[in-house]
């Protein structure tokens, strides 16, 4: 029998404009997008009690736009925390993998991850690594694509959807029965699922990304045409693309193509 899961958040869910210009800056239009998302799932998923612990923080731009303060982050790249290290935003940055981190049992009340697990093959070992940091009652609360991810990109077929799938590393996009059968062998019982951008977002998100990846010249001349004309838009342009997306209700129904797990220690 399937663990049981728990009814969807039905919320319209949004961001605000001044967060989009950030993101749309820093990551392009459609990292951008799909990142404020994530965001938004995140922020709607508080209050979240300290100490906080993020799983696979990288950079840590995207924590940064949650948290003030964040004790530990957590990430095997260590170029990626020398630039999480000048945010401001972590107590202490370790460059070790979460099954491997020294770490104490129940130090923390929270685990926060952003699009990490679906590319982790041990993924038992590290949910099983996240209870054992967590205090009794403690949350991990995370990000992922969802088994829609596959069946929604800008073209059919499923040759297509593994090269995409293989080009992006992703490994677990499962339904939210099978996370929630994860989750409780691990000792964490899912307690809320909050899905984001519908099929339509998914599809527009996709040829963003094909147009990012069209390219001129050939060496150290070779630039992408998409990412050029974007970084030449008008600062005024990209304000007005961030006012018109921060109207928009990324919330979709279940399953979506992204979706925020919450999960308590037992």
Known sequence: MK????????????????????????FGPSLGFWRAAEIAALREAAPYEPPILDLGCGDG???????????????P???ALEHAAGLGV???LIAQPMEKADLQPGSMRTVISNSVLEHISA????????????????????TVPTEAFSCWLVLPGSGYAARRNAHFQHLNLWPAAQWADHLLAAGLKMDCVRPYL???????????????????????RRVGLFDQLWRRLPAAWIRALAHRASRLDLSAPAPGGGRLISAQKE
């Open 90 to 92: 972590y107590g202490r």
């Open 3 to 26: 663990t049981a899961v728990p009814p969807v958040k039905p919320d319209c869910l949004s961001l605000p404009e001044l967060d989009y210009a950030f993101l749309f800056e820093k």
């Open 123 to 142: 993924i038992d070992s590290v949910l099983q690594a996240a209870a054992r940091v967590l205090k009794p009652g403690g949350r991990l609360v995370f």
């Open 198 to 220: 519908g099929r339509g977002w998914v599809r527009t998100w996709d040829a963003l990304e094909l147009l990012q990846i069209i390219y001129l010249g050939a060496g150290r």
């Open 61 to 75: 731009l995207v924590t940064s736009r949650i948290f003030p303060r964040v004790a530990v982050g957590l990430d």
């Open 77 to 79: 790249d260590a170029a």
